[in-house]
């Protein structure tokens, strides 16, 4: 019976972790992190998101400027108020709410975000900087789900990783990532063949595809730790409910630990905003990072280790 890897509750000493470090800040240097939020349109879903994010950003101490405009705003006005908000010194982190209204070309948006306040780490300069083992900010749905590998597993070197799905928000910066900590890496995406025998030999496994309960137990390794990105709505005994890429009922009996799908990865992806927008803060006031989460920096030491040596 694997392990449950609750992200609530890490997500949640996450948190507190960040309030302490704000609170300390706050007190020897007199400032706080700002973040601010854009919302263009009304997306119900956006809405929620962008909510639950100001939301927790206050929680934590930091201060949270929000930009909700309407949905014809032009791709034009919007970098208008990103350069405002670049040269902005009590905003250090920026988040363009996706997806943007068709008339908007995203990735020009992202890429006129200055790289140091692109908290999703989305920033063509950030995608480069972690390709290339320097320091980066990084994306943080990938982020969380390395913290909570780490926390896991201590050292991931070594260790045969499959992610399953490419997306430049998820799949492709979390092989990087888990290729900077020395695991052997594969990438399987919609054109893979045979994957089943890929995800057999995987020791970290990763899905994010969107597809319910794609990965059946059977093809999992025995003792493997399962990483469930994916969240999908389903109609089940006349009920909406929320489950992941992998089937968790029966892949927990053979994995070795297991997120959730609702309560693994979601939680900790607001959670490292929250993270990385102090680590921005950190790194404009030229303080030190509250946790450099620089790969391979310290071996078989997990997150939760690094948080209590830090704070
Ligand atoms: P995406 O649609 O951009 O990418 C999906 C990927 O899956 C593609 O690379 C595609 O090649 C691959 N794929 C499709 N069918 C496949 C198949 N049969 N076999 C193997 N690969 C296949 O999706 P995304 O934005 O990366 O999101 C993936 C999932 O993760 C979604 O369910 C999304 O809601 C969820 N998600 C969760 C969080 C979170 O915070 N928990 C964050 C981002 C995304």
Known sequence: MATIIDGK?????????????????????????????????????????????????????????????????????????????NANDEIHGILVQLPLPRHINAEKVINAIDPRKDVDGFHVSNVGLLGSGQKAMLPCTPLGCMMMLRDHLGSLRGKNALVVGRSNIVGKPMAQMLLADDCTVTIAHRYTEGLADHVKRADILVVAVGRPEMIPAEWIKPGAAVIDVGINRIERGGQIRLVGDVDFASAKEVAGAITPVPGGVGPMTIACLLFNTLTAFCRTMGLPEPVDMGFSLVEGVGIVQELKRAS
């Open 9 to 85: 509750a890490f997500a949640s000493n996450l948190r507190q972790f960040i309030h302490a470090q704000v609170a300390q800040i706050k007190e020897k240097h007199g400032k706080i992190p700002g973040l601010a939020t854009i919302l263009v349109g009304e997306d119900p879903a956006s809405q929620v998101y962008v909510r639950s994010k100001a939301k927790q950003t206050t929680e934590v101490g930091m201060a949270s400027f929000k930009y909700a405009l309407d949905a014809g705003t032009s791709e034009k006005e919007l970098l208008k108020l990103l350069a405002d908000l």
